[in-house]
């Protein structure tokens, strides 16, 4: 019996936020603690994220199930084909995407906006709210790019995660089994589902950041 793609949906949906939410966070909390850095620093973890984005998700899929695995290092977790395990693979696939997007903008413009609010005779206190009025753009588009990248991920998904209907199924796992199986209209559907997803966040958050940025003026 094939699942609902109402279903899929919704857990593909579920699951690609949380781990993209996470590693959004994730990037911010590193941004600001990298940023504080000498240049030299600033440049070697740019460079290592930089180098991570190219990392096949197979590969990260692979070493999350080595940790996941029942005889390894977190098997006691029991997570193993579980969407959390999805959660964990997803996020490690989108956080370099995510970090890389956001800190060349992050430590630029929080170098200017501090040299300015400072030769104002002011405090460093106004620094971040005035940043964040100027990143407001850019950060929600490092969600959508998180989210993106992990939307549209096979590697981890399929696993750590199996593919199992009914649990672990998402998109992209739904769409390369039932092609496997034959069952190109279901599948073409799904696909078309996936890509109606990605471009109706990229208007929704252009919007959003559009009136976002009006409020704060």
């Avoid at 959004?24 to 984005?53: D, G, P, Q």
């Avoid at 096949?56 to 006691?76: E, Q, S």
């Avoid at 929080?110 to 850019?138: A, H, N, Y």
Wanted: glycine share 6%; charged share 15%.
């Amino acid at each position: 019996m094939t699942e609902s793609i109402y279903t899929v949906t919704i857990r593909s949906i579920y699951i690609s936020s949380i781990a993209a939410l996470i590693a959004f966070m994730s990037s911010i909390a590193l941004s600001t603690i990298i940023s504080r850095l000498s240049r030299k620093y600033v440049e070697i973890v740019s460079s290592v994220f930089e180098a991570l984005v190219g990392v096949p998700t197979t590969v990260i899929g692979l070493l999350v199930y080595m940790l996941l695995f029942p005889k390894g290092p977190l098997g006691a977790l029991k997570l193993i084909y579980t969407p959390y395990a999805i959660i964990i693979g997803e996020f490690l696939v989108a956080f370099p995407m995510a970090y890389t997007y956001m800190f060349r903008h992050y430590y630029t413009l929080r170098e200017k906006i501090r040299e300015l609010v400072l030769s104002l005779g002011c405090t460093e206190k106004p620094v971040f709210k005035l940043l964040l009025r100027e990143l407001t753009p850019i950060l929600l588009s490092a969600y959508l790019v998180s989210f993106s990248r992990a939307m549209g991920e096979l590697g981890v998904a399929l696993i750590v995660g199996g593919g199992i209907e009914g649990y672990t199924n998402v998109l992209t796992t739904a769409i390369a089994i039932q092609t496997s199986l034959g069952n190109y209209e279901y599948a073409i559907q799904l696909g078309l589902i996936l890509v109606s997803i990605t471009v109706s966040l990229v208007v929704v958050l252009k919007l959003l950041g559009e009136r976002v940025l009006w409020r704060l003026d």
